[in-house]
């Protein structure tokens, strides 16, 4: 076997050692964070969700984030099925606090309908808006989801919502999203973060005391 050869066989294997101690590590820290149960009832066996923000701020598993970091729609990065089509979900579970989350879960962001992992072409029902966690509630868990449509396209029952409005966003759940449109879920991540400085210009912007 050539020396070449053998370095991109050494470097595959160790990619698929790296996958699958991601997807490992991913199905552990979900279920020690509590988000399951919190956001879903079972958990198969997924892949890590890439998720990097425009601030070079990245999403690993439960690391501490600020709202001002997260402000902008993140890059999303997956693997895809050819002509497979694919929800990205985001929500919060902890509204208005993890201690007391009678708004549960507060929907931060919803595409469905993405044609492999072409995000830019699915189809925005909740644009994306980042955190907002009220100020002395502590931090928030802010969950990725990537679920596989099993059925192929879909259609969505439920209104339009900008990023410049609060309407149907709290009191969401991912549990019934899955059920109704029989979503099967393939990859996750999540953050948590508190509020810091730029929470209030959120808020204002999810009044409409904000313009365009």
């Avoid at 879960?105 to 994306?128: A, K, M, Q």
């Avoid at 990023?163 to 709290?170: E, I, K, M, T, V």
């Amino acid at each position: 076997m050539s020396k070449s050869l053998s370095l991109v066989l050494i470097a595959l294997l160790s990619l698929n050692y790296y996958c699958n101690g991601a997807s490992e590590e991913a199905q552990r820290r979900l279920r020690e964070e509590e988000i399951i149960p919190d956001v879903l009832q079972t958990l198969p066996e997924i892949d890590f969700l890439s998720v990097f923000y425009p601030s070079n701020a990245k999403v690993e598993l439960g690391n501490v984030l600020t709202p001002t970091q997260v402000k902008d729609k993140p890059k999303i990065t997956f693997k895809a099925e050819e002509d497979a089509y694919y929800t990205i979900v985001m929500t919060d579970p902890d509204a208005p606090s993890r201690k007391e989350p009678s708004r549960r879960e507060f929907r931060h962001w919803l595409v469905v309908n993405i044609p492999g992992n072409d995000i830019s072409n699915g189809e925005t029902i909740f644009e994306y808006i980042g955190s907002g966690p009220p100020q002395g509630t502590g931090l928030h868990r802010y969950v990725f989801l990537l679920f596989k449509q099993k059925n192929g396209k879909i259609d969505f029952e439920g209104p339009y919502v900008s990023n410049f409005s609060s309407l149907g966003r709290p009191s969401t759940s991912t549990r019934d999203l899955v059920k109704k449109y029989d979503l099967e879920l393939k990859a996750a991540n999540f953050y948590e973060a508190e509020y810091d400085s730029y929470v209030p210009t959120l808020h204002s912007q999810l009044s409409g005391k904000s313009g365009r």
